[in-house]
């Protein structure tokens, strides 16, 4: 049983095998034909449109790369250029809106994120009338958006709302966006709240007052150091004749003593009739009664002149004098009885002065000034007319602060530059020489003070005088 199934199934695999040698052996005998056919003009045609199209597609492929390269480098410079626009935008200190025809926001900076205290996402899609506070504001961007013609608006003054519920004024600027075929498309806004330009204005203009006195304290300095120079040759030239006069009348009163004795021991012994007459005439007594006075008051005369030689010859050396801690209090009222002394009784001096004072300085230069600024005040006073100067004193910002405030005509405002010059004044010829007010300011500025004149508008001249203040002053 097995033997015969083994020959039936090779009798079968023959009879398979039979059919598909036959096959093979027939497509064996059909390929030399194909190879002719290959061979023939029309394979040739084939073979070279095929070669065509690799070509073509291999260019269309170069062409590809060369549009990918020229893409990825339009990319990298339109990024650049964003980056640009963002960073621009980024540092603008101005604000700036860009809206749409209908007044939607566009585009934004983060300036008017500051102002109004909104996130980007709450004010991109927005109204931008939404942004103004008040209705004339709303009504002007409102004129703009509805307008067809170029209509710009130029630093307007509109009230925007600010963060934390505030408004603010914002000085706008408007201008209209069109395509390049003429069409409008919105409006670009921009502007700077105009507290910000104020503050920037007075900034400005204090730096320019701070220049301008600071160029004066120059021309000061420069016009005092000549004057100092002047003043060393006037105070050598006047120190002798005075030192004369002053030595001369001491020994005159010593005389004077002895002259006394003389006559008294006359006077014991009787004199004939005439020379009794000629005593009685010539008031011989009331004469010598009245020359210890006058050699007195010629004394002190000649001293208080060698003080102002000295002080004259103090200011043109400074630093020369040791100053010393004192109180302005006993100082100004020193100055202020000597003056007073000899003002008429129509000029009265008020004190309201605090005590203490303190300061670092020599007290007789600042004296001195005290006694020019009263003497000036009672001065301008007209002959007659009631005159009042109020000296009042305080500590402030570490200053001691004297203020000479009193009711004359005050000064007039083409003097007040020149009113601290060497020899300017406005007295009458004759009357003073203009060096007062030079003498003093140069003293208060060696002590590293200052001193200014100002007319209030009711009337009257102010004189303020401002010293360091010592440790421990009272403010």
Known sequence: ?????????????????????????????????????????????????????????????????????????????????????????????????????????EELNPSLLKLTGKSESELRGSSILGLFADGPSREAIERLLAADAAETLSDWELQMHTSGGQSAPVALSCTPRFTSDGRRVGLVVTGRPIGELRKAYS?????????????????????????????????????????????????????????????????????????????????????????????????????????????????????????????????????????????????????????????????????????????????AIPAGKPGRLTVSGRCEDGHAVLEFADNGPGIRPDDLPKLFDPFFTTKPVGKGMGLGLSISYGIVEQHGGTLVAACPADGGAVFTLALPAREGARR
């Open 203 to 379: 900034a400005l203009r204090q730096a320019h007052d701070a220049l301008q006195r600071t160029q004066q304290q120059l021309l000061h300095s420069e016009k005092m150091a000549s004057l100092g120079r002047l003043v060393a040759g006037v105070a050598h030239e006047l120190n002798n004749p005075i030192s004369f006069v002053l030595g001369n009348v001491v020994a005159l009163k010593k005389y004077l003593g002895r002259l006394e004795r003389y006559l008294d021991a006359v006077q014991r012994v009787p004199l004939p009739e005439p020379v009794g007459a000629l005593r009685t005439e010539l008031g011989i007594e009331r004469l010598m009664k009245d020359l210890p006075s006058l050699i007195d008051g010629t004394i002190e005369g000649a001293e208080r002149t060698r003080d102002v030689v000295e002080g004259l010859r103090r200011f043109s050396a400074p630093g020369a004098d040791a100053r010393q801690p004192i109180d302005l209090v006993p100082v100004v009222e020193r100055g202020v009885h000597w003056v007073t002394k000899a003002t008429p009784e129509y000029f009265q001096v008020v004190l309201e002065l605090p005590t203490p004072l303190p300061v670092i300085g020599n007290a007789d230069q600042l004296q001195q000034v005290v006694m020019n600024l009263v003497q000036n005040a009672a001065d």
């Open 1 to 105: 049983m097995g033997k015969r199934r083994t020959s039936a199934a090779a009798t079968a695999t023959a009879a398979e095998r039979t059919p598909r040698q036959k096959r093979g052996a027939q497509s064996v005998s059909r390929k030399p034909a194909r190879i002719e056919e290959s061979r023939s003009p029309k394979g040739a045609a084939g073979e070279h449109a095929w070669v065509e199209v690799i070509r073509k597609m291999d260019e269309v492929y170069r062409q590809l790369l060369d549009y990918e390269v020229a893409l990825e480098q339009n990319n990298a410079a339109l990024q650049e250029s964003q980056l640009f626009i963002v960073s621009v935008l980024s540092s603008m200190s101005d604000v700036l809106i860009v809206c749409n025809p209908a007044g939607i926001v």
